[in-house]
């Protein structure tokens, strides 16, 4: 029960709601590839399949739906607007000083890799 709770937070009803009006409209949608819609799909599923992994670690360690909440809401605000999404923040490269787009791994300028910590981390591989 708890998952099905994070879930529909995450998504949102009104989001739901639209997505399942963009699937039955996909055909007439100019611009979005298929190759695009099975990659948000496959990445859709593992980021479920990961909330419900650490939902079961959370729940073996006692946390309630309200901690959940709670939690959500402070890594919401974290990047200064509460909008029911997390912002990306961009890192600075150690070698060439540029700013390195968010989501990335390595420098778009000059190749160099993130340090480990800040690659590592389980969501940015999503
Ligand atoms: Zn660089």
């Known amino acids: 029960m708890g998952l099905d709770f994070f879930i529909a937070y995450a998504m949102g009803r009104s989001s739901a709601a639209r997505a399942e009006r963009a699937a ?3 055909p007439s949608v100019s611009g979005v590839s298929i190759d695009t819609v099975e990659d948000l799909s496959e990445r859709i599923n593992r980021l479920v399949l990961m909330s419900a ?3 079961s670690i959370m729940e073996e360690n006692g946390a309630t739906q309200e901690d959940l909440m709670a939690r959500m809401e402070e890594i919401d605000a974290a990047d200064g607007v509460l909008d029911g999404r997390m912002t990306p923040k961009a890192h600075r490269c150690a070698k060439c000083d540029s700013m390195i787009a968010p989501g990335l791994r390595a420098c778009q300028f000059c190749g160099e890799p ?9 969501f940015d591989s999503l």
């Open 53 to 55: 992994a650490m939902w």
């Open 24 to 26: 039955a409209s996909l």
């Open 114 to 122: 993130l340090p480990q910590d800040d690659a590592a981390k389980p």
